[in-house]
């Protein structure tokens, strides 16, 4: 048996007339960048997180960038981000200037640990940015709480959590704004690079429009320099169709992982842990295993693919050298990274292939 760790061509086959008539629209229309048909998104995605904006740019990376400039960080200021994450969080405050400050995540779920920040934070310190990892919403009363008493603002990086809910409310509607990435792997793909931003404030929603605008409000009345970063008209268009399934796709990826459960709990195998507080919505269904390049080696000989998200906490990347920190100076990250293995997971995995590669990683491992 061959079990993929993803499959975007079963997505697309399930829903192919649809996407097929929404690419042809756009191209009738030549609505191609922003436009009807991001804009139309744009709105349906704003109501379905429950925020007031949603900003449609070029991809996650570009939101996180343009939101932080929205919040004033500038050169010199700290931002705080998880030690443990996709680098785009910690790029993006190098990109505007800003500096990243690294905090530690929790040993079970991953995110931002909230009762390591404080020490963390400094007079310079602008934003935190905690990051809802693998589809785990973080601990958002922690991190606000913490936000609040030192007067930050809290930029929610969505990308990987389209969807999850914390104590019965969507993600992308707890910090200041929350910034979404449309990659094509995420629980809620483009066919290309894609991003948005959500937010309530009605002042971050026209800054951070104006900026990847060219800093233009009204065409050619440059307000600021701004930049490109833009949603286009057949990514909105995909996206738009896309929307309207998420809810089922996140549901069968729970029932993915519930059936992950059963198997692994027979195996002996732990699960990803989730506090009561959260709905995880699985992008990634991360374990952990002792010895894991024989585990991944050992399923790829038997046709399962598998991943590490991340193989290195950031703190300890060559980018990341001139902030000078040792594996002990963020030792949950550390420590995760090197057990972590992420196995197949999207909406259309069957039991088969979930039984299958749990009785070849109870062998490995
Ligand atoms: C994918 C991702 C991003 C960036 O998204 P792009 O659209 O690829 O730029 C940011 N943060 C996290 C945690 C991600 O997984």
């Known amino acids: 048996m061959h079990v993929p760790f993803l499959d975007l061509k079963a997505q697309y086959k399930s829903i192919q007339p649809q996407i097929d008539a929404a690419i042809a629209g756009v191209l009738a229309e030549t609505a191609f960048i922003a436009g009807k048909y991001a804009e139309t998104f744009e709105k349906n995605f704003a109501k379905w997180v429950g925020t007031k904006h949603c900003i449609g740019v070029a991809n996650g990376t570009d939101a996180i960038e343009m939101v932080l400039k929205a919040m004033g960080v500038g050169p010199g200021d700290e931002v705080i981000v998880p030690a443990h994450t996709w680098i785009s969080t910690a790029e993006a405050v190098t990109a505007i200037g800003g500096r990243v400050v690294f905090v530690d995540t929790h040993p079970l779920y991953y995110t931002m640990d909230p009762s390591k920040i404080e020490a963390r934070i400094t007079k310079r310190t602008k934003v935190i940015v905690p990051v809802h990892l693998y589809g785990m919403p973080a601990d958002m009363d922690g991190v606000l709480a913490v936000a609040k008493k030192h007067g930050l603002k809290v930029l929610e990086d969505c990308a990987q959590a389209h969807g999850a809910t914390y104590k019965g409310r969507k993600i992308g509607t707890f910090g200041d704004a929350a910034s979404f990435s449309f990659y094509p792997g995420k629980n809620l793909g483009a066919y290309g690079d894609a991003g948005g931003i959500t937010t309530n404030d009605d002042g971050v929603a026209e800054m951070c429009r104006m900026i990847g605008n060219h800093g233009q409000m009204k065409k050619h009345a440059h307000k600021i320099e701004g930049r490109n970063s833009r949603l286009d008209?057949?990514?909105?268009?995909?996206?738009?169709?896309?929307?309207?399934?998420?809810?089922?796709?996140?549901?069968?990826?729970?029932?993915?992982?519930?059936?992950?459960?059963?198997?692994?709990?027979?195996?002996?195998?732990?699960?990803?842990?989730?506090?009561?507080y959260a709905q995880h919505v699985y992008h990634l269904f991360v374990i952990q295993v002792a010895d894991r390049d024989s585990v991944m080696k050992k399923l790829h000989d038997a046709g399962i693919e598998s991943a590490v998200h991340y193989p290195s906490a950031l703190h300890l990347l060559e980018a990341y050298q001139y902030l000078g920190h040792k594996e002990g100076d963020f030792p949950v990250a550390a420590a995760a990274c090197k057990r972590i293995v992420s196995l197949p997971m999207f909406p259309e995995l069957t039991e088969e292939m979930i039984q299958y590669t749990v009785e070849k990683l109870a062998q490995s491992v």
Do not use: F, M, S
């Open 233 to 276: 008209g057949l990514q909105g268009a995909i996206l738009d169709v896309k929307l309207k399934h998420i809810d089922l796709w996140n549901e069968q990826r729970r029932g993915a992982a519930a059936t992950y459960g059963r198997y692994l709990k027979q195996a002996g195998i732990a699960a990803p842990a989730v506090p009561d």
